[in-house]
Each structure stands twice: as structure tokens, then as C-alpha cells.
DNA sequence: CAGCATCCAGCTTGATACTG
DNA sequence: CAGTATCAAGCTGGATGCTG
């Protein structure tokens, strides 16, 4: 299990020392912010999230769920019936990270007739090659 | 150059199809949001910037910035003196960008003691092996 | 159903060397 | 100074098979 690697480099986000840089890697991370997205709307058990999460291996959802629990963002709820039931939802702490990163994504989205435009521009410039 | 690969594989984020993915990975990515966030402060040089996003390579820097700059987020204003000066700023776009991502980050740093805590509990039920 | 363990292909990154 | 080109190494993530 090399779950948990934590790496961790010796790099911060704006010159400070920044304890925040790996539980921002669990939320920006490929699956997180998409995991956290999925839970935004309710609870939902391991394999209806890893539909919703369309793409994610169950080997990356399992890491980003223990990720995404181990900080305190996700609440695991194990029933011991047969076959297994668990369910995930946030926690308060992780709807509040969530709807900020909604909020970030849906500015994103709300402008990306300027981002597309950029491209172009971009593309025409230096991508004349 | 294989800088920019746009893998944008088929998920996306709310079930929703989603044109913003590969924006957002450039903003989330390994040194997106310390670029923009290093950028946030003001006009920047290549090597100032390059210092300021401490760890950086100047090949990872020079394809953020390419990819920061495709999506319109970052302006970059070439002297063609010798030795050549180069500056980068942020975009009214990417300044919003930057602002909810700080804003993101911030909510995080605010409540890193919630998150360590829930890591202790987590450590000590599972960690225990 | 809900996961864990292993294998390994390929992308991402960092070092290094070079250009204008 | 401001990059580009090339290359090796290592991590990331997918496929597969197994457990309770």
C-alpha cells in the first residue's frame, strides 16, 4: 500500500510555508475535486460514485476516498450487513471546500468564450509554427 | 514541444460535459496555482518568477506559463532589448482566477486544524495497521 | 458490494546542455 | 536573461485478479 505518500516537496504556494499544500493536492487532484463534486449533491455509496465519477478507476477512487477521509473532508459511513453497504458524504469542512472549488469552476465556465478566444488568438500567433 | 497534450479523457466534472477540464487542470495543476498565485502580487520576470514558485525547473515554469498564457490568463510582455526582459502579469481573467483559488486555499489554511486533527483520528483508528 | 495487492506502460518531471 | 531540446527516471494510474 503506498496510499498515503505525502511527498511534500520543499516548494509553498505564495512564499510562505504552506501545511495546507497536500490536502490542496487531495482536492485539486485528478479524482478529488471530481469525487467532492460528486458528493456535493448527497451521499452516495462506493460503486454509484464511481459511476458518477465516470473514468475513475476503483483503485484511484478508493485512494482519493481515503485521502479525502484521512483529512477530514469525507465522513465513511460502514454498515457490516451482507453484502457490505458504505456510504460517503461531506463533512461540514468539506462542503465548504467544495462549493469554493464549485465556485471556482463555475467562474471558469462562465468565461471560457474568453479562455476559447485566447486559445485562438494563441494558436494564430505561435502556433503558425 | 508536447506541452499541450489536452488529454481530456471522457469524464467530467458534475456529469455535465465539461469544456473547462483542461483550464482547470492548468490552474490546479503541480504549478498552476503557485504561478498565479505568485503572479497575484504583481508583474513578474521570468527568473523572479522562477525563484518565487520556489522548485520549479525552468522547463516546468516556461510550459505553465505557456499553457497560463494560452488560456488568457496570463499576459506576457516581451522586450526585445539584449538581454532580453520578459514580464508576465495576470489578465482581469486570471485575476479572478487567482482570487477564488486564494480564496480556496485560504479556507483550507484556516481550518488546517480541523484537518490535522481529523488525520489523527484517522491514523490512529486505521494507521494502526 | 466494497475494496486491496500486484504488475507495468506511459506520461510527467527534473537534469543537463544548448541557443538567441 | 529567457528560453528550447533531449534524455533518463520515477511516479501515476489502469488492468487484472483476489478477499470478505
Chains 1, 2 share one sequence.
Not at 17 to 22: E, F, I, L, V
Not at 49 to 67: C, H, I, N, Y
Not at 72 to 93: C, F, I, K, S
Not at 108 to 122: C, N, Q, S
Request: hydrophobic fraction near 35%; proline fraction near 4%.
Amino acid at each position: 500500500m503506498e496510499s498515503t505518500q505525502e511527498i511534500d516537496l520543499a516548494y509553498d504556494v505564495f512564499a510562505k510555508a504552506c501545511p495546507s499544500r497536500g490536502t490542496l493536492e487531495h482536492i485539486t487532484g485528478r479524482w478529488g475535486g471530481l469525487t467532492l463534486g460528486a458528493l456535493h449533491d448527497g451521499s452516495l455509496r462506493f460503486n454509484e460514485l464511481r459511476r458518477r465519477v465516470d473514468g475513475v478507476s476503483e483503485k484511484m477512487l478508493s485512494q482519493t476516498l481515503q485521502a479525502l477521509e484521512r483529512d477530514g473532508l469525507v465522513h465513511r459511513e460502514a454498515q457490516p450487513t451482507n453484502p457490505p453497504r458504505v456510504d460517503y458524504e461531506l463533512t461540514p469542512l468539506g462542503r465548504g471546500v467544495a462549493e469554493r472549488l464549485i465556485g471556482l469552476i463555475q467562474f471558469l465556465e462562465g468565461r471560457m468564450d474568453e479562455v476559447l478566444e485566447a486559445r485562438l488568438r494563441y494558436d494564430e500567433t505561435r502556433g503558425a509554427r
